[in-house]
């Protein structure tokens, strides 16, 4: 059985930083691309980072590029997400995904989830 567990949330403020965690188990992890996505509450999921099966490539959305960094150790089946300079906006639950397919960035392109992790930024 597959499974990805985030961890790492929490509450920050403005202008802090938290690092979220994703451990696989159950799945060759390093023939999988990996993905962080979040989502606001009332909005759709969003994607925010993804890295290669072997972490030479990586990919932000516009409203996190250099202020967040995906990294990944696959001797450890896990994945971690920096965020710096965090904003009220970037509230929201943040999903890690495996993909079998590789370094991609949407939604139905992933195979499995995590169940979230809770990350608010107060003013």
């Known amino acids: 059985q597959v499974q990805l567990v985030e961890s790492g949330g929490g509450l920050v403020q403005a202008g802090g930083s938290l690092r979220l965690s994703c451990v696989a188990s159950?799945?060759?992890?390093?023939?999988?691309?990996v993905g962080w996505f979040r989502q606001a509450l009332g909005k759709e999921r969003d994607f925010v980072a993804a890295?290669?099966?072997?972490?030479?490539?990586?990919y932000y959305a516009d409203s996190v590029r250099a202020r967040f960094t995906i990294s990944r150790d696959n001797a450890k089946n896990t994945v971690w997400l920096q965020m710096n300079d965090l904003r009220p906006e970037d509230t929201a639950v943040y999903y890690c995904?495996?993909?079998?397919?590789?370094?991609?960035?949407?939604?139905?392109?992933?195979?499995?989830w995590g169940q979230g992790t809770q990350v608010t930024v107060s003013s």
């Open positions: 995904a495996a993909a079998q397919t590789g370094f991609v960035r949407r939604v139905y392109e992933y195979d499995y």
């Open positions: 159950g799945l060759t992890f390093s023939n999988h691309g």
């Open positions: 890295i290669s099966w072997s972490g030479e490539n990586t």
